[in-house]
């Protein structure tokens, strides 16, 4: 199985390689609740319109168990009842960071996510959230092509690169 996806403009971890393996390490280093943060990876995805990381992480959240029905509802997460508190308190910090030009982060929505977690649990949440960001717009921006991933294909890959 290969890490290398094909892309239209530019192929980052080959020609960045340094700095691809970085960003690795540090999605990597982040200690958050898989079901939280593979909510986060798709609805952030999904707002920022990155296709190739709608793809990977709706596969990566089927194959680690998350449910279709949850995965339908997520651009609908309000009006659903099938997320805890805590992940919707996930969910709407995701999008006010995401969006962060549409009103930066109220104090409202970081009230709710600080009562929903503790400190360093808020803080993982925080850098999850930042880091699928930086993804969708380095993989949109080098056009990587949808539909060629294959669930966990960089899970043990990016661990054991992170040292390179």
Request: with cysteine.
């Amino acid at each position: 199985m290969t890490n290398s996806i094909p892309a239209g403009r530019l192929q980052l971890s080959v020609v960045a390689a340094k700095q691809y393996a970085a960003m690795f390490r540090l999605s990597a280093s982040l200690e958050i609740d898989h079901a939280v943060r593979g909510l986060i990876d798709v609805r952030a995805s999904q707002l920022n319109g990155c296709a190739f990381c709608l793809d990977m992480h709706w596969r990566d959240a089927r194959a680690a168990g998350e449910s279709e029905a949850r995965l339908y509802m997520l651009d609908s997460w309000r009006e659903s009842a099938l997320y805890s508190e805590p992940e919707r308190a996930a969910l709407e910090l995701c999008e006010a960071i995401t969006l962060i030009t549409d009103g930066h982060v109220p104090d409202d929505v970081w009230e709710r996510a600080r009562a929903a977690f503790d400190e360093h649990e808020l803080s993982q949440l925080v850098f999850a959230i930042t880091v699928i960001n930086g993804w969708n717009r380095l993989l949109i921006t080098a056009r990587a092509e949808p539909g060629h991933y294959e669930s966990g294909q960089f899970g043990q890959r990016a661990v054991a690169t992170a040292g390179e």
